[in-house]
């Protein structure tokens, strides 16, 4: 911390560094300005800094302003005046011993904009023009010193997330969670590929200086840094869309003054919405975090109300509607309303679609876009998707699609003719399985490859009984509902197994038969297994599992389970064979299949799901004698099943877990999940568990944690909580208690830690009763 210096060492430095003297007076705001009415007639500015400030960023302000001078820029700017030696500062040690360094500024005349009267039209499209201009010229310099970032770095804005935590009240630590979760979604992963600059990066209304209607100068290049050239005229928005009745009306005015000099694509217009709104975040989480230090300064707080103010309304406005006015294209809106739309599209799909198929949430989503974790709906709000591991290297990966279009514009056609894609990618899916799975069949679904895995068990066997744990669930086919306890003892099944499915107890450590015997109960449940094959004296054809039980309720089957289970299947004849279409490519973080966890070794390996992030294929992975056993004569053949189109797909799914290490983020992130999960079960009954291994995660909700008693009801609750605030889960297992937790694995830290602290505000909520 540093002292100001007393006025007559100013007046002092004046007269040695730069030959002037006069009255000094200090300038209001948090830096150390002083104002320097010279007898030469003129007025100067002299700034004061500590040894904090690099050299070179004293430097990168001396030659932005010295650039826009000479390319004519028409207003004017605080120009670095050299001292009698010729240097753009001045050292000194004032009375107090502290170094500062000095610079001497022209004096830039007019009225700050907060002080100014109400803008005009013309004044505010004169602002987006001299905005334009200085972009303009700024984009032709570059300077090693701008390269760095700093508290009001918009482009970094995600850093102050975690200071939310500071704010007392719980609505409104909701609205700026929203809000930041808005630029994270709809802004940052754009930034990277607009047009990036030298920019001023502050003309907030205390530095923008008017007169006679006129932007007249510019103040202040302190925060000046090479960024996403769109953040300029952000942050100016954000200034001047406080306070005034028709903010986005504003806006759009400096915008069109902006687009006038310098066009806007469509992807820099798109994000400018989301970073006004994240640049209002950042001015409130700055200032929560400066309350802790000192609640009483002058200067720290005075944006902080306003921000509050006008966050408070973009929240109301759907972004692609704020988009649309910021573009000047207000005027078309709002057409058919949101609401109108989805009962619309509500109604038809109930007189179009079949019955049986639900809709997630109270409130049904029209999404319409997504990229990486997040999908958007129809008004452009983001939401974090928690639970489609379909997605699995997030929506429509770049990669991904391109690899399918390539492809679908080049040939796709069935498996009768040779194709190099087909076995280049046979090859990489056996290259990440145990040694002996080597052969593939490609199919379409989940059901399809479980469908088939029980034929290749069945003809290799010549048996048909199989094995089955309590809860799971395998398919849509005839077959497999028949084979899912999850649906035969559901709703609308026949509540009992046919005589061909034995059930084995789900292998549960919390609620199960042999639940808090840790160590021994993977054993224990795995006997369970023997037992019921015993009992049952049934022709056994195999057992199938999945590796970490999904529709279960996110059971993490203690260790030592598969070895024993699969140890009294073989010993009866049977086949193993793992369901992996949940769990598989790399989820588990551990290893790339759950079932490696175990340490074993099965027949028969289904996969689905995230096989094509998104693009309908499955496969089934054997060995190669089973294979050959299945080949009786009959021909297996699946038109779409290993067509080029999806083999490319699959390829570029394999590339990205690879090149992007997938696997271990996964890992990471779970730990991270799971540390916090647990924590906020410390603090909240209703978490009677949080289990979970990488990026599938379950939290399961009980009303007492003696008697287990399932609390559904909350779980559903706390669900359509987080949808509200943009933020996806659903809840599953047989009492429909557990909170599933398996995204697109292209998750980040800041997503975790959101929905942590999402999750600790809500059940702090519910705790109380509070509507949300
Ligand atoms: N197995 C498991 C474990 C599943 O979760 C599912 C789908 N939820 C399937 C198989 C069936 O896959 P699909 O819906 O692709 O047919």
Known sequence: MIHPPAAEEIITLSKQAYGLSGLVERLPGENLNFRLDANDGKCYVLKFAGDELPAEVIELEHRMIENLISAGIDISLPRILPNQQGEIETKFRTGVGDVLRARLLSFVRGSPWCEADTPDAGLLRDLGRVLAEIDLVLAGLDHPAAHRTHRWDLASAGVHREKIALIDDPVHRRLVESMFHLYAACALPRLAGLPHSLIHSDANDENVMVDNGKVIGLLDFADSLYNPTICELAVALAYVMLDVPEPLK?????????????????????????????????????????????????????????????????????????????????????????GAHLNALLKRRNERIGPSLSIAYDEPLTIVRGQGQYLFDIGGRPFLDLVNNVCHVGHCHPRVVMAGQRQMALLNTNTRYLHGLLI???????????????????????SEANELALRLAETYTGRGDWLIIDGAYHGNTTLLVQLSPYKFMGPGGSGHPEPWVHIVPMPDGYRGIYRGQDQAAGEAYGDEVGRVICESCAPIAGFLAESLLGCGGQIIPPQGYLARAFGHVRAAGGLCVVDEVQVGFGRAGTHFWAFEQQNVVPDIVVMGKPIGNGHPMAAVVTRREIAEA????????????????SCATGLAVLDVIEEEGLQARALELGQRFLLGLRGLMNEHALIGDVRGTGLFIGIELVRDRESLEPAAAEAAELVERMKARGMLLSTDGPLHNVIKIKPPMVLNEADVDMVLRSLEDELGQMARSEPF
């Open 250 to 338: 504003d806006g759009a005015e400096i915008v069109a003054g902006y687009q006038a000099v310098r066009p806007l694509s469509q992807e820099e217009l798109e994000v400018l919405f989301p970073l006004i709104c994240g640049r209002l975040c950042t001015t409130i989480a700055v200032a929560a975090e400066r309350r802790t230090i000192d609640p009483e300064h002058p200067n720290w707080f005075v944006t902080e109300a306003r921000a509050w103010a006008l966050l408070k309304r973009l929240a109301e406005i759907d972004p692609v509607v704020g988009t649309t006015w910021l573009a000047g294209r207000g005027h078309l809106e709002p057409g058919l309303g949101a």
């Open 630 to 645: 299945f080949a009786n004569g009959m021909e297996y053949f699946s038109t779409f099943g290993g067509n080029p189109v």
């Open 424 to 446: 280049e990618y046979a090859d990489r899916l056996c290259a990440t399985l145990p040694n002996g799975l080597d052969t593939c069949f490609f199919v379409n679904s989940g």
